[in-house]
């Protein structure tokens, strides 16, 4: 699947914390129908079997919306379940290797927080960078904070296009105008919030204008 960058513009990534009475897969339905661009399946501690059938019906999913699906971290469960591709930290492995076993036809994302690491994952093969935290998020450590000028460095050291993630919000996407990046990755300013489908549209046409500023 050959990756637009205007795919990357807001890119939801999936967590079961906030499911309550819902499945992923209608709360990923509705993200989607409030105008996600790019869905990635993140699974933490999921059995295997379950992972992969979620990840062949979300699959499903995201064809149907003609919207790019990775899986986060799990090589095995990407090519098992067709992917259109695989999200890889920088600790998972070489994103050479990577490409070698998902194939060349499928999209590669690697995360990155400093401009050395970005320079070669581009060199490496990877599609796209998803790059942060950008702003201090509960999920995160303080250690892997990117500040703004750090993120406009890597922005311009690539070719390919870059997603900012980590703590970002409608009260806070703005700051992002004029780093450079594509689109924004995000979880709880989607998934946590009560009207999905409201919150995913709105979020869109801001970060819209953030890409544009």
């Not at 989607?32 to 790019?38: N, P, V």
């Given at each position: 699947?050959?990756?637009?960058?205007?795919?990357?513009?807001?890119?939801?990534?999936?967590?079961?914390?906030?499911?309550?009475?819902?499945?992923?897969?209608?709360?990923?339905?509705?993200?989607?129908?409030?105008?996600?661009?790019?869905?990635?399946?993140?699974?933490?501690?999921?059995?295997?079997?379950?992972?992969?059938?979620?990840?062949?019906?979300?699959?499903?999913?995201?064809?149907?919306?003609?919207?790019?699906?990775?899986?986060?971290?799990?090589?095995?469960?990407?090519?098992?379940?067709?992917?259109?591709?695989?999200?890889?930290?920088?600790?998972?492995?070489?994103?050479?290797?990577?490409?070698?076993?998902?194939?060349?036809?499928?999209?590669?994302?690697?995360?990155?927080?400093?401009?050395e690491q970005a320079v070669l994952a581009e060199k490496r093969g990877a599609d796209y960078l998803g790059v942060g935290a950008v702003f201090h998020t509960g999920s995160k450590a303080d250690a892997d904070y990117v500040n703004y000028e750090t993120l406009k460095e890597i922005c311009k050291a690539v070719?390919?296009?870059?997603?900012?993630?980590?703590?970002?919000?409608?009260?806070?996407?703005?700051?992002?105008?004029?780093?450079?990046?594509?689109?924004?990755?995000?979880?709880?300013?989607?998934?946590?919030?009560?009207?999905?489908?409201?919150?995913?549209?709105?979020?869109?046409?801001?970060?819209?204008?953030?890409?544009?500023?």
């Open positions: 699947m050959k990756l637009d960058k205007e795919d990357l513009l807001l890119y939801a990534v999936t967590d079961r914390f906030w499911l309550g009475n819902e499945t992923l897969y209608s709360q990923v339905e509705k993200a989607l129908t409030g105008g996600a661009t790019f869905v990635q399946l993140r699974e933490k501690e999921l059995e295997a079997g379950k992972f992969l059938e979620e990840a062949k019906e979300i699959k499903e999913l995201c064809k149907k919306y003609r919207v790019p699906f990775v899986v986060n971290d799990n090589v095995d469960i990407a090519i098992e379940a067709d992917a259109d591709g695989v999200h890889v930290g920088q600790k998972d492995m070489e994103a050479g290797n990577v490409h070698e076993l998902i194939g060349r036809d499928k999209i590669l994302g690697v995360s990155a927080q400093t401009v070719s390919i296009p870059v997603v900012a993630i980590g703590g970002i919000s409608k009260d806070n996407i703005m700051e992002l105008s004029g780093s450079g990046i594509c689109g924004i990755a995000v979880i709880s300013a989607i998934f946590a919030q009560p009207d999905i489908v409201k919150a995913t549209a709105q979020l869109k046409e801001l970060t819209k204008k953030m890409v544009k500023a």
